[in-house]
Structure formats: structure tokens, C-alpha cells
């Protein structure tokens, strides 16, 4: 915690100030000008929890949750190395290049450890993702050896529909009231004439890309998937089943 030191004054040295005749001047004692209490912190009068964990970002929660670990009463884990010791690996953002980061990093680590079990991803993307950083984990997904499990819930729109229908056949999921939107994906475009033709064509590429990875999930002919990104309407879970994009719906069972 920062300490609160007591107040202090600052003082002024001594200065002489010239009128507008030269040959005039008049010393000046400056006065004490009071300063506000200053916070003044230090490595040292920082917390334990601080000092191990680091400073808390803005969007995190205020308390870390904490997990009973099992064995002692006293074995206590952060949330995410449960989840991870449980080969879970959880995506509840817009899928940005962090997020693909830390993804992917847990989908290789995860491999390492344990190159047999499956793993589960769960996906709750509102706002969709970008195209890289999706395309990123899609890649890991299909390198490592253990078969991944897509689990859908809350929402999954526009380019995280493809991390879904990536996952492994016969393990693509998603909750009873989970909601789909497909549309097409939201690029800014800027720059001489030449450059906006660039950026235009790559993102016709990478959009063909994902429309792909659905398709070949999903068993639709491309020109549907095409066609239903025209069109954007909120789908459910249902739809999902009958359209191919997941192979079952988890209502009270636990994949």
C-alpha cells in the first residue's frame, strides 16, 4: 500500500524582480507555499500479494478467485491453473490477439504435459474475433495431438462460428441457450489507392478463408454459408445441430 507522508511546504530561493526601468529593482523574499499531502510509494511497503502477483489491470476482477486445490485444507490455487489442471481452457472475450495468445500458449503447454487427454475450449465470443488470431488457434487446434472439444455458450458470432466448427468431430458442442450470428467479418480500410486495394483483397482472402472452415465443418455447400452471412439472423442451438456446426446440444450433462 502506498504510505502518506505528512505535509510539506516548498521554498522558494531568494529572486530579484526588474521593473520596466532598468535602472529600478526590488528584492523579493519568496513566501512558503504549502504542498498538498504527496503519496509516496516503495517496493518495500507494497503487500506480499503485490509483490508475487504484480499490479492488478484495470479489467481484472478486485479479489483473484481462489480454488480449494484438494488434499490439504490449506491448498489454495488461482482459478486459471485450475482450469488448466483440468485441461479447461476458456475464451469469454472478443478473440484478439491477447486472447489467441494466451489460447494458444495453454493449448501447447497442455500438450506437453499431457499429449493423450483431451481438451476443452470454451467459447463465449459476443463480438467475434479477428481473423488472424482466430486463424492462429484453428492452426494449434489441428497441430497438437490430443483432440480439442469446442463448447459454445453464451454467444458465438461472425469469426469465432469458425474456431467452433474447427474443433474435433463428434466434440463440438454447445449449451441449450447458446446464440449464433453469422455476418460478415468488419475490417477499417485506409491509406493511397493502392494500399486500400491490398487491404481489400486480403480480406476477401482471409473472409474466403473462414467461410471454408465452416463449410468443410459444417458439410454446407459454400455458397450457403455465403449466403447466411448476407442475411445475418440469430440463430439457437437447434439450428446449429440441424445446420452442422456442432454435434450436440448439452443441456444437464456435462461433455
Known amino acids: 500500500m502506498a504510505a502518506l507522508l505528512g505535509p510539506q511546504r516548498l521554498v522558494l530561493a531568494p529572486c530579484t524582480i526588474l521593473s520596466a526601468d532598468k535602472h529600478q529593482c526590488r528584492h523579493v ?16 511497503s507494497l503487500p506480499r500479494r503485490s509483490l508475487l502477483c504484480g499490479a492488478r489491470r484495470p479489467d481484472s476482477p478486485i479479489l483473484e478467485p481462489l480454488v480449494h486445490g484438494g488434499g490439504h485444507p490449506n491448498d489454495f490455487t488461482d482459478l486459471q491453473s485450475w482450469m488448466l ?17 494466451q489460447t494458444v500458449a495453454s493449448l501447447l503447454a497442455l500438450e506437453a504435459i499431457d499429449p493423450v487427454s ?9 463480438n467475434g474475433g479477428s481473423v488472424y ?32 466448427a474447427g474443433g474435433s468431430p463428434g466434440k463440438r458442442y454447445a449449451m441449450k441457450n447458446t446464440r449464433f450470428l453469422m455476418h460478415h467479418p468488419i475490417g477499417i480500410i ?21 467461410f ?13 454459408i455465403e449466403e447466411l452471412h448476407d442475411r445475418p439472423t440469430w440463430r439457437d442451438s437447434d439450428w446449429a445441430l440441424d445446420f452442422g456446426l456442432i454435434d450436440g446440444v448439452l443441456a444437464d450433462d456435462h461433455p
Open 190 to 210: 485506409g491509406g493511397g489507392i493502392r494500399d486500400v486495394e491490398r487491404q481489400i483483397y486480403e480480406l476477401q482472402v482471409s473472409t474466403e478463408a473462414l
Open 118 to 126: 483431451d481438451i476443452k475450449v470454451y467459447i463465449n465470443a459476443p
Open 212 to 224: 471454408t472452415i465452416i463449410s468443410n465443418g459444417s458439410g454446407q455447400p459454400h455458397w450457403r
Open 29 to 44: 523574499q519568496p513566501a512558503r507555499l504549502p504542498l498538498r499531502p504527496q503519496l509516496h510509494s516503495s517496493r518495500n
Open 133 to 164: 488470431p482466430i486463424m492462429a488457434i484453428l492452426d494449434t487446434i489441428n497441430a497438437i495431438q490430443p483432440e480439442v472439444a469446442t463448447i459454445a455458450i453464451g454467444s458465438c458470432s461472425a469469426n469465432a462460428i469458425a474456431l467452433l
Open 85 to 101: 489442471r483440468n485441461r479447461i481452457v476458456f475464451t469469454g472475450t472478443r478473440i484478439d490477439e491477447q486472447m489467441a495468445t
